[in-house]
């Protein structure tokens, strides 16, 4: 007998409704039953681009909730709507695929969580990167200790998209009340959480310095010039639970970087390069094993095999079917990374080391 298929429901047709969208339309599992947004006229350009006839169409999300045509949803809105959505869609049932970050605080999120572990509702959280190949592929040569114990982390993430005076689409980003911060919430909860996947390494102690670059921008509705009161760069350093360190960038104020990433981990053995940064490398891995001062000082381009492509949205899809790899986010790694971006922000602000080990 043909497996049904998970009824998806999608809120939110903004810049990251196309990436839930394509990972729908490519799955076996999964059909595309439903889209809500609160904006009417961005709703009905998008249900008439993916052909859903109207009554498949909602401004509330509870409604669409309510009208038995989903089994489950993604919430692809911006970030302080998230935690209530996700609770909404407990009470009914619906399993959620969730964008990051989860929340605006970590007190929020941590209700969900409990909320979350009483239900049988499954989750994922869309920290997308876990589904680049070359990441799985590090994490692979890492668990298998080919470059051995960790002593050093250096990390990159930085885009140019905070040079444009104003967001995608709106201004919420630089809501602090809207977005829960900037730069640290937007990039730092992607590429901390990364450094784990990839690692296996947590947090023990950072020290951050995270403030912005530009300080008014134009709204893009009222064109009136406003005050940003979200970061665009966090500096950081930190110490792992192993006794390693490291050393992040997160900037959206790099002229000519459009998302880049770049993580170089050494250990005693050798050094593997995981790059986002452009099309020849992005599939490919750097790594340098040997002795050091002997075999070392040559990084070779090792292609990542087919073994560790991976899908975001059909990785959902496993979970709710029972199925999953283990390698998708899921809540507590969502919690894991909000009460980091709050010790980030904490540690800029009291400018001291803080301890994150507990959270
Ligand atoms: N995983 C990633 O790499 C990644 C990339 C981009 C964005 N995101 C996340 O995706 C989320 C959305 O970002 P975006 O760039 O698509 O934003 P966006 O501003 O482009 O779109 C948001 C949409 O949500 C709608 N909306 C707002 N409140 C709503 C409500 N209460 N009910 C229904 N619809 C509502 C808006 O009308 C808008 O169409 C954010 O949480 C963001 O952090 C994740």
Redesign the pocket.
């Known amino acids: 007998m043909e497996k049904k298929k998970i009824r998806m429901g999608i ?7 196309t ?1 839930h969208y394509n990972g729908i339309m490519a799955s076996k599992d999964a059909e595309l039953a439903a889209i ?4 009417e006229e ?1 709703l009905m350009k998008k249900g008439a681009e993916v052909g859903l006839d109207s009554s498949h169409l909602f ?3 509870e409604k669409m909730f309510d009208s038995g045509l989903i089994d489950a949803v993604s919430i ?4 302080n ?2 935690v209530k ?1 996700a609770k909404a869609a407990i009470k009914r049932g619906i399993h959620f695929a969730m ?3 989860v929340g605006v605080n970590y007190e929020e999120v941590k209700e969900l969580n409990e909320i979350v572990k009483k239900s049988n509702v499954k989750n994922m959280i ?4 876990r589904f680049k190949s070359a990441a799985r592929f590090v994490r692979d040569i890492i668990k298998n200790g080919d470059i051995g114990d960790i002593y050093h982390v250096y990390v990159e993430y930085i885009q140019d998209y905070d040079l444009r005076p104003f ?4 201004f ?1 980003r630089f809501e602090k009340n809207v ?1 829960g911060g900037g730069v640290v ?2 990039l730092g909860c ?1 590429i901390t959480d990364l450094v784990t996947f990839m690692t296996g390494l947590d947090y023990k102690e950072i020290c951050a310095t995270t403030d912005n670059v530009i300080k008014m921008r134009p709204d893009p509705v009222t064109k009136e010039m406003r005050e940003v009161n979200t970061d665009d760069y966090c500096h950081m350093m930190t110490k792992f639970n192993t006794g390693a360190t490291g050393v992040f960038i997160i900037s959206k104020c790099c002229l000519g970087r459009k998302n880049y990433q770049r993580v170089s981990i050494y250990g005693t053995k050798g050094a593997v390069i995981y790059n986002l940064t452009d099309k020849n490398l992005e599939d490919n891995v750097e790594v340098c094993i040997g002795k050091p001062y002997v075999d070392s000082y040559k990084f070779d381009i090792i292609p990542t095999p087919a073994e560790f492509k991976a899908d975001m949205m059909q990785s959902f899809f496993d979970i709710v079917n029972g199925c999953p790899d283990g390698l998708a986010a899921e809540m507590d790694e969502g919690l894991r990374a909000q009460y980091l971006m709050e010790r980030i922000v904490e540690s800029s602000e009291k400018r001291t080391w803080v301890d994150c080990s507990q959270g």
Not at 126 to 129: A, D, H, S, V
Not at 167 to 170: L, Q, T, V, W
Request: charged share 15%; net charge negative; with cysteine.
């Open positions: 809120i939110g047709t903004g810049m990251i409704f990436r809500c947004d609160s904006n961005a401004t509330d999300y692809c809105t911006p970030n709507t998230h959505m964008e990051k970050p869309c920290f997308t990167y967001s995608f689409s709106s919420w977005a919430y937007d992607h």
